[in-house]
DNA sequence: GTCTATAGTCGGATAGAC
DNA sequence: GTCTATCCGACTATAGAC
C-alpha cells in the first residue's frame, strides 16, 4: 500500500494506470495485456504498478471495483427505485409496467451507449469466458443487482416468487434482449452496415424492446411445471 | 503445407492440434495461448504448428474454418429448410410460426447444449470482444447465415422486407433471448446455483423461448418510421 | 514516489539431424 | 513428418539509486 502523499499530483499515476486498466484489460483480456504495454499506455513507470497494487493482478481488481463503482453510481439509484416500487403491495400494474418501460430505457442506454460501457462489457465478457479470481467482485458488485431489479419487477407482473426458477430463467433471457447489441456488438454492427450504433438506432431499440418486453408479459404462462396450466392466467395484476 | 504422407496416422498431429486449438484457444483467447501449451497438450511436437500451419496465426485460422464446418454440417440442413419455407408465398401463418419453434428448439439444441459448443462460443465471443483477422471467416460462414434464417421467418411473419433496420435489429434482438444463456453462462449458473444447465433446464428454456417469440411477433407493431402506425397491422400473414 | 537495471522465465520461430 | 537445440525478443517482478 502506497503512503499517501502530499502533491498535488496525489495518487495521478494510479488513477492513470487504473484507467488504463480498464481500456488494455477489456481488449486484450487479463493475460494478453502485458505491464509493459499499461506502463507505457499510461505514461507511467513500469515499476509503479508493482508500488500502487502490488502487481499485475492487483491493477486488474483495481480495474474491476473501479468499474463496479462507477458502474453503480450510475443506476444503482434507479435499480433502488425499481425495487421499492415493487416492493409496494398496493402498486398497479400499469405503475409496474411503466417500471418496466424505464428499466429497458436505463438498460439499453447503460449497456450500448459511452465510450466507457464498452471497456466495461468487454471486462465483463472476458469475465463470462473464464472467471478469474475477481470474477465474484463483478457480480456480487453489479450483475446481481441488475438481475435482482428486473427479477423484481417480472415477478410482480407474472406472479411467480423471485426465487422461482422459471422467472430467474425469463428474467435472462428477456435481458438478453438488449445485452446482445454489447456481446454481439461486431457481428451488430457488421449487419447493419454501419460504424457505430447511433441514437437513432438506440432509441429505435428501446421503442422495440418496451413493445417486446410488454409483449412477453402479456402473454405469459408458467411453463416449468409438470402439468402446466395451459390457459392464460387473468387474475394476476 | 505438408506433403501427403502414405501412413495410418496422415494428418492425425494436424487434427490433434485443431481439436486442442479449439480448447484452448476458446479458453484463453488467441494471444494469450501459447504454442508450447498447444503443443503440450496436443501431444505433438512444437515445430508441427509451424511445419502444419506456417505458425500460430496459421493454427489458429484453421480452428476457425474447422469450428465453421462442424457447426454448419449441423445446422446448415436446418437453416435451408427455414429458407425454403420462407422463399413460399404460399407458406400459412401456422406453417411459419412452426418453423419459428423449430428455430427456437435448434438454437438453444445447438448454442446451449454440448461440449464442443461452448468451446465455439467462447472463441465466437473472443471475436466478437477484439475481431482479429480471421473475424470474417465466423461471421460469413456462420453467423451471418444463422442471423439470416431468423430474419426470413421473421420477416414472413411481421412483413418487413429482410433488408428492413428494424426487422434486422429485432432479428438480433430476440435471439439474444438464448445467445445470452451461453453468453452469459457463468453468471446464469451463479444464478441457479448450479453447475451446468441439465436437460430439464433446456427444456424450460425452449419452452418458454417460443412463448416469448410468439407474443413478441403478436404484438409486432414497427417503431421505426417517423410517423408509425400505431394499431395492430392485421394485413399480414 | 519515480526511475534504471537486471534477474529469471517464457514466448514464437526455425535450422538441421533423423 | 518428427524431434532437439537454440536464437532472440518480451514478459513479470524486484532491487536500489535518486
Known amino acids: ?24 484489460f477489456g481488449l486484450h483480456g487479463f493475460e494478453a495485456t502485458s505491464t509493459r504495454a499499461l506502463a507505457t499506455a499510461a505514461d507511467a513507470n513500469l515499476g509503479s504498478i508493482s508500488y500502487h497494487f502490488g502487481g499485475k493482478e492487483g491493477l486488474y481488481r483495481a480495474v474491476l471495483e473501479h468499474i463496479v463503482e462507477i458502474k453503480m453510481a450510475e443506476i444503482g439509484p434507479g435499480l433502488d427505485r425499481v425495487l421499492t416500487v415493487c416492493a409496494d403491495a398496493s402498486a398497479s400494474r400499469e405503475k409496474l409496467l411503466e417500471t418496466l418501460r424505464v428499466l429497458v430505457r436505463t438498460m439499453v442506454g447503460v449497456m450500448i451507449g459511452g465510450e466507457q460501457s464498452q471497456a466495461f462489457s468487454q471486462i465483463m465478457m472476458q469475465e463470462q469466458i473464464a472467471p478469474t479470481a475477481s470474477f465474484d467482485l463483478l457480480y456480487s458488485g453489479f450483475f446481481e443487482k441488475v438481475q435482482a431489479a428486473w427479477a423484481a419487477v417480472l415477478g410482480r407482473l407474472t406472479g411467480l ?53 410488454e409483449a412477453i408479459v402479456d402473454g405469459f404462462t408458467p411453463v416449468d411445471q409438470p402439468g402446466c396450466a395451459c390457459g392464460r392466467q387473468e387474475d394476476r395484476i
Chains 1, 2 share one sequence.
Do not use: W, Y
Open 1 to 24: 500500500m502506497p503512503s499517501k502523499n502530499t502533491h498535488a499530483n496525489e495518487g495521478a499515476t494510479r488513477r492513470k494506470l487504473i484507467e488504463t486498466g480498464v481500456r488494455l
Open 161 to 213: 416468487p423471485t426465487d422461482n426458477r422459471e422467472l430467474r430463467l425469463r428474467t435472462l433471457s428477456i435481458m438478453g434482449q438488449f445485452v446482445i447489441f454489447r456481446v454481439g456488438m461486431a457481428a451488430t454492427l457488421r449487419r447493419l452496415d454501419c460504424e457505430k450504433l447511433s441514437d437513432e438506432i438506440m432509441e429505435c431499440i428501446v421503442r422495440f424492446g418496451i413493445q417486446q418486453v
